[in-house]
């Protein structure tokens, strides 16, 4: 418990990915200084974007703490190809389905970088991971094990029981709060379940098990013997993470420990913090709607039946559940502008130039509001994805919370089973209503900064029954 405290309080001491960016960015054109720019307006035709000032460029129209609020500001007026400098790095933003197609889909291997930023270089162990690596064979070859040993659907499978532990024993704690008539903090009880459950599958313990884990000591772990004890006392194919992980050290040339420390805090920080933030909008969305919340565990329940919990096999039968948590997705993406890319090749983008090194941000929550691409954008409304099998599918970058092309997130299926699992079990075995003097209104659905956009709030507390 001492060590999840820990590790609560470093994800929380994480700066906020958009003020990172912007001071990174700053520092960036402050190390760059005296290198020539590169490409000036006169040679390219760049995209359209507001008026920049000596030295800084655009920096200056980022004083808010949600970089993809300013932008989709910027954005309504500059149009859905907006192009910026912050410092000296050129930036283009895209705030379009139609544009979000052609950076992702059409231009994807012109586009699949990462930006290498200090910022991304502190948690990935010096970029050293698969989410913050650039493009290159290293990353080719971290990805396609990621896929294939850690987020294939035969893997996922076997950590069936731990995720079905981990959520009966949530719900028995939930059980004694109510019984106590007591108060729930939603929050911490979901990071504390996603922290487990992610933890148990990657290292094969998880936080409340007496504290004998030590994620810091094991990440930082460079013994060979350690590395042998664990081979010698796993079954080759069978296993945690951790231990794919170190048999592919042993047969891949040139993997050191930072490419596993990198792969291994990709995992538990985008295992945690994207699930949890989308329960959480979720249940906050749907009790401000008795009526919806209603529906979906009227539709829940009716499905499952009488027999305690919901199963990950009854979750296909879920259809309004299901985009219950689509809504949720659009209107609260955890990565709202993806992981910003890099461009490695210049290429012409709707008779613009993107010139190579450019930092491309797709804003995928600016899409989830576009009027042009739904209706009422601004209002909670799954109801809309139960007759358009096109708009539900992402198939047409209206929905992108996952991303797309090749630095699509690779754990989407495992994504979705995690937040579905968990959310179908907490509207099947519990009521939930506001604390009393609480109406719907007050439900702040402000975000949060940091590294996924969580809810901004500190009266989490709701009551169950
Ligand atoms: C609701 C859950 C999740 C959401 C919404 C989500 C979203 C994303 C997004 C937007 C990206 C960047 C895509 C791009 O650049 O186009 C990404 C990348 C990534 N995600 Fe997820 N993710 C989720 C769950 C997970 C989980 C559970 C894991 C692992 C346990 C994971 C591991 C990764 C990794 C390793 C990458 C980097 C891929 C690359 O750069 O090649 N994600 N995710």
């Given at each position: 418990m001492q060590l999840f405290t820990a590790l609560l309080s470093s994800l929380s001491s994480l700066p906020s990915l958009p003020s990172l960016l912007v001071v990174l960015t700053l520092l960036s054109s402050l190390l760059l200084a005296g290198r020539k720019a590169r490409g000036g307006s006169a040679t390219w035709k760049l995209p359209p974007g507001p008026t920049k000032l000596p030295v800084i460029g655009h920096l200056h129209l980022f004083w808010s703490s949600s970089l993809h609020l300013s932008l989709w500001e910027l954005s309504k007026k500059h149009g859905p190809l907006m192009h910026l400098k912050l410092g000296r790095v050129p930036v283009v933003v895209v705030s379009s389905p139609e544009m979000a197609k052609e950076v992702l889909k059409t231009h994807d291997l012109e586009c699949c970088s990462r930006p290498s930023l200090l910022s991304y270089s502190k948690i990935s162990y010096g970029l050293s991971d698969v989410a913050f690596s650039p493009f290159g064979e290293r990353w080719r070859q971290l990805r396609k094990f990621c896929t294939a040993e850690l987020f294939s659907t035969k893997k996922i499978d076997s950590f069936r029981d731990i995720r079905k532990e981990e959520m009966e024993r949530v719900t028995k704690l939930i059980c004694s709060h109510a019984r106590a008539s007591s108060m729930v903090n939603l929050s911490e009880l979901l990071l504390s379940l996603y922290c487990n459950m992610t933890c148990r599958a990657a290292f094969?313990?998880?936080?409340?098990?007496?504290?004998?884990?030590?994620l810091h000591d094991m990440l930082k772990e460079t013994q060979e013997d350690y590395h042998q004890d664990r081979l010698r006392q796993q079954g080759k194919e069978d296993g945690d993470a951790l231990d794919a992980l170190l048999r592919m050290q042993k047969d891949?040339?040139?993997?050191t420990e930072d490419h596993i420390k990198g792969v291994l805090m990709n995992i538990f920080i985008a295992g945690t913090g994207t699930s949890s933030a989308t329960v959480e909008w979720a249940m906050a969305e749907l009790i401000r709607q008795p009526e919806l919340m209603k529906r979906v565990q009227d539709e829940v329940r009716g499905r499952v039946g009488s027999k305690g919990e919901v199963e990950e096999?009854?979750?296909?039968?879920?259809h309004f559940f299901k985009c219950v948590i689509k809504e949720t997705m659009r209107l609260h993406?955890?990565?709202?502008?993806l992981i910003p890319r890099e461009t490695m090749h210049h290429f012409k983008l709707n008779g613009y130039d993107i010139l190579p090194k450019t930092c491309m941000y797709v804003n995928a929550w600016a899409i989830g509001r576009d009027p042009n691409s739904w209706g009422r954008p601004h209002v909670f409304d799954p109801e809309r994805f139960m007759h358009d099998s096109k708009e539900a599918d992402g198939q047409d970058f209206k929905l992108i919370p996952f991303g797309e092309g090749r630095r699509i997130c690779p754990a989407k299926n495992l994504g979705m089973l995690m937040v579905e699992l968990v959310l179908a079990n907490l509207l099947y075995s519990f009521d939930w209503h506001l604390p009393p003097g609480m109406v719907k209104e007050d439900v702040s659905m402000e975000e949060a900064p940091g590294i996924t956009v969580n809810r901004?709030?500190?009266?989490?507390d709701v009551i169950v029954d």
């Open positions: 094969g313990s998880g936080f409340d098990d007496g504290g004998d884990i030590q891949e040339e040139g993997l096999s009854d979750l296909h039968q879920l993406p955890p990565a709202p502008l901004s709030c500190y009266e989490t």
